[in-house]
């Protein structure tokens, strides 16, 4: 399973993204995808993650009612809508899916930047 993630960028507090992820290659073998973070100096931590067929969503504490985690079945599609960002948002994002038969986080993505300005 390949993870092409997208849509990092800069925004000034209280603004918006939209990440991108794309899986490719054998997806059948995945679950659920989502998403964890890596702030500078900081572990790397979960943001959100959805089911693919159930759809049930989940967040972190940090980012509930802030972001909202979608995903687009045909194709094979999550996005991250994260507003209201603050700068602890900074981190780098990434691209995350379970394994059906692990299901532990066992495919990552790239890193895609999200920068906060205050």
């Known amino acids: 399973v390949q993870l092409q993630a997208s849509g990092g960028g800069l925004v000034q507090t209280g603004g918006s993204l939209r990440l991108s992820c794309a899986a490719s290659?054998?997806?059948?073998?995945?679950?659920?995808m989502g998403w964890f973070r890596q702030a500078p100096g900081k572990q790397r931590e979960f943001v959100a993650a959805?089911?693919?067929?159930?759809?049930?969503?989940s967040y972190a504490g940090s980012v509930e009612g802030r972001f909202t985690i979608s995903k687009d079945n045909a194709k094979n599609t999550v996005y991250l809508q994260m507003s209201s960002l603050k700068p602890e948002d900074t981190a780098v994002y990434y691209c995350?899916?379970?394994?059906?038969?692990?299901?532990?986080?066992?495919?990552w993505g790239q890193g895609t930047q999200g920068t906060v300005s205050s």
């Open positions: 959805i089911g693919w067929n159930v759809g049930s969503a």
């Open positions: 995350v899916a379970t394994s059906a038969t692990t299901q532990k986080y066992d495919y």
């Open positions: 290659g054998r997806t059948f073998s995945t679950n659920a």
